[in-house]
């Protein structure tokens, strides 16, 4: 199913720089240059909209974000800003936007965060979301793509160990322990086969070495 995205910019030469970005990842795009063009829409069933903050004309930024969640409290949204950063981005995250963005800011950040809420927007029960891998608890298969990633038991246990500690470090020998069991016997370089065979089928992953101690999912 197509994702269907309404970005609100009144700089031209910046919305279609970045509706072209979008469009590229195949992204149905609705550009609107002020809130007074955008306004009439906001009850239609759309994945994201994207926001800018100062909007030429009465209705700005705020005025849509307060609009969209009263006819859609579940609505995506996306903010931009170049005024005060610290003061808009406590304003548009108190009114129930999902993320904010300052201006300037980079085409490939944006893409970023749009795949990032997307990725949570879609998550369902007894699945989780990491990058763009879709990870199901219960059949215990990853799709990427919807291109289904094969793993072992034992490298699937592991991705779950990274996965419920995220950001945290993680000793090898909690891995070691997790994985085989208190009672292994047996060289702890296992740890690192399994790691490097789960890094080379999910690319993705963004594990850190900690040099003598573990690892951290970023």
Not at 3 to 19: A, F, G, H, P, T
Not at 20 to 38: I, P, Q
């Amino acid at each position: 199913m197509t994702v269907k995205i309404y970005y609100v910019e009144d700089e031209k030469d910046l919305s279609e720089i970045i509706r072209k970005y979008l469009a590229r990842e195949n992204y149905d795009v609705t550009v609107f240059y002020d809130g007074e063009s955008a306004m009439p829409h906001i009850a239609d069933q759309v994945d994201l909209w994207i926001l800018d903050i100062m909007l030429t004309g009465e209705i700005d930024g705020f005025d849509l974000i307060q609009s969209i969640k009263k006819v859609n409290p579940e609505a995506a949204i996306i903010f931009t800003s170049a005024r005060d950063q610290a003061l808009d981005k406590i304003k548009g995250l108190e009114l129930g936007s999902d993320d904010y963005l300052a201006k300037p800011y980079s085409p490939r950040e944006l893409i970023l965060r749009v795949k990032a809420i997307l990725n949570r927007k879609n998550a369902r029960p007894g699945h989780m979301m990491y990058s763009e891998y879709t990870i199901s608890l219960d059949s215990r298969e990853i799709r990427h793509n919807d291109q289904l990633i094969e793993l072992t038991n034992k490298e699937f246990e592991m991705l779950l160990v990274f996965l419920k500690n995220k950001q945290q470090p993680i000793e090898r020998q909690m891995l070691l322990e997790s994985i085989w069991g208190k009672n292994y016997v047996g060289s702890d370089r296992v740890v690192d086969d399994l790691l490097r065979r789960l890094r080379a089928k999910m690319p993705l992953l963004r594990i850190e070495t900690i040099y003598g101690y573990g690892y951290r999912l970023l």
